[in-house]
Antibody
Framework: EVQLVQSGAEVKKPGESLKISCKGSGYTVTSYWIGWVRQMPGKGLEWMGVIYPGDSDTTYSPSFQGQVTISADKSIGTAYLQWSSLQASDTAMYYC????????????????WGQGTLVTVSS | DIQMTQSPSSLSASVGDRVTITCRTSQSISSFLNWYQQKPGKAPKLLIYAASSLQSGVPSRFSGSGSGTDFTLTISSLQPEDFATYYCQQSYTTPPTFGQGTKLEIK
């Protein structure tokens, strides 16, 4: 069974750093991209970026480039989303998801999702 | 970025109704269009990929159609568990973008 299990909720102060995780299982983690999606309170979904754990190739949305760092440890099948200095505006639910991508076939979608990690940034 | 316009933003319907949600893109995206369902407090769930392909395990009352710039998600006969928010997503260009969502409520 494919599963993506995310780390637990976090409460942080502005300026603090944070790294949240997403562990894949039930499939060959090094063969699928993993993406991160932000959902601010009461708002829609925003694609942040993706990483290919097999070689750590990473693509960011321009909106998030330089604001977060996406990384992976293929030895443990885990992807990470990291902030060096949190702001109140980073308060949101963050989802990881497995990306199926086959461009020549017109396929590019997230088929399995983690349960979400709620990040709250408040002084 | 490609702009996505979903309509309506919200919709009230009854169990058994046929419902259609529309997604329009600011430029042609071929069939690189996906639909997700999200229930309150839950992660999104993939329903339709590549405009019209039904994800495994998704009931056949859900269907998708369209290509180019105009797409639709149809639920043929609403069930109680279908009341949720629905998002379209284009994956033709990076970054892939989502529509603003359509909240489907019980009438």
């Amino acid at each position: 069974e494919v599963q993506l299990v995310q780390s637990g909720a976090e409460v942080k102060k502005p300026g603090e750093s944070l790294k949240i995780s997403c562990k894949g299982s039930g499939y060959t983690v090094t063969s699928y991209w993993i993406g991160w999606v932000r959902q601010m309170p009461g708002k829609g979904l925003e694609w942040m970026g993706v990483i290919y754990p097999g070689d750590s190739d990473t693509t960011y949305s321009p909106s998030f480039q330089g604001q977060v760092t996406i990384s992976a440890d293929k030895s443990i099948g885990t992807a990470y989303l990291q902030w060096s200095s949190l702001q109140a505006s980073d308060t949101a639910m963050y989802y990881c998801a497995r990306r199926v991508m086959a461009t020549r076939l017109g396929l590019d979608y997230f088929d399995y999702w983690g349960q979400g990690t709620l990040v709250t940034v408040s002084s | 970025d490609i702009q996505m316009t979903q309509s309506p933003s919200s919709l009230s319907a009854s169990v058994g109704d046929r419902v259609t949600i529309t997604c329009r893109t600011s430029q042609s995206i071929s069939s690189f269009l996906n639909w997700y369902q999200q229930k309150p407090g839950k992660a999104p769930k993939l329903l339709i990929y590549a405009a019209s392909s039904l994800q495994s395990g998704v009931p056949s009352r859900f269907s998708g159609s369209g290509s180019g710039t105009d797409f639709t998600l149809t639920i043929s006969s609403l069930q109680p568990e279908d009341f949720a928010t629905y998002y379209c997503q284009q994956s033709y260009t990076t970054p892939p973008t989502f529509g603003q969502g359509t909240k489907l409520e019980i009438k």
